[in-house]
């Protein structure tokens, strides 16, 4: 008889005992063939889109504004009075009382708008310690041309053309300033063509508002530099200097363009006209005042480029007109 403990013995009963099965677990993505991702945690930080809320509020402002004036457009419609100013021809005190408070509210709301885009992208002053609160600038000065030309010319074209002049100077004004302070844009040259655009075309309609309705020569001379000062202000925003600079370069330019509109307040000529000239002035004033300011210098290419073009320019109107 076999001994149970016997080498044989065990051997056949390890032969012969099931061997326990383990339940499969229960299949996955990796089981099919299919290569799991390790989970890397979150994004690493970088250049992620930031939403801002300013830029919607910017649209919301300009949109109000344009329907702000378009109902000061529908007041001035009418026949015209006896005054020699255009500009008040069909107008009152309660008209300019609305336009006031239009132009004050274009300036707060774009100023607004702006500073909740900076605390949107998380950064409070993107201009600098240095920089003026001058996101009110353009949009005020356009919304003052449109309210201007819809008084100037009280017509029924003025019901589109003066909503749309305001709409497009206060969301024209923001979007620039935009593109100027989105530093992902590798194209910075295109984003201050478009800032310079915006500022000389607003520019061109608030001189010629002014210059249309013939006032004068002292009213002319100080609306022609408050104008060309705060848009100078404005153009220099691209330029990382001080501000007692900035400000002084400012006044300049404002006080060239006061005296360019004496001396053209002589000359009879077409109201456009007029206001494409004193548009050449500033082009010339802020673009040598821009250049010293960014060089700390004026190099006699900025003398020979700026004073070529404006005299050319001037020329040009000269014998056109």
Known sequence: ????????????????????????????????????????????????????????????????????????????????????????????????????????????????????????????????????????????????AAILLVATFHNSVMLAIGPLVAFFGNAGALLARDLLDDTADASQRSA?????????????????????????TPITAMLTGMIAALLTLETLERALAPRAQRLTYAALGGFVLGEAAVALNWWQTHGWVGGAVLLVAFYLASGILLAATQRNMTRTRDLFEYGLVGAVTIAILAITA
């Open 192 to 216: 201050t063509t478009v800032h310079s655009l915006v500022v000389h075309v607003v520019a061109f309609v608030a001189f010629s508002a002014v210059y249309l309705n013939k006032f004068p």
């Open 1 to 144: 008889m076999t001994n149970r403990f016997s080498p044989g013995r065990r051997e056949s009963e390890a032969k012969t005992e099931p061997i326990p099965v383990i339940p499969a677990a229960s299949p996955r993505e990796g089981d099919r063939g299919v290569t799991i991702r390790p989970d890397l945690g979150p994004p690493a930080a970088g250049a992620q889109p930031v939403d801002q809320p300013g830029s919607g509020l910017g649209l919301i402002v300009a949109i109000a504004i344009s329907a702000v004036v378009f109902v000061l457009a529908i007041y001035a419609s009418g026949d015209a009075t006896p005054n020699p100013y255009p500009a008040f021809q069909t107008t009152n005190i309660l008209f300019w009382f609305v336009a006031m408070l239009a132009i004050a509210g274009a300036g707060a709301g774009a100023q607004y708008a702006e500073i909740t885009a900076a605390r949107g992208s998380g950064v409070e002053n993107r201009r600098g310690p240095d920089a003026y609160p001058t996101a009110w600038i353009v949009p005020s000065i356009s919304t003052f």
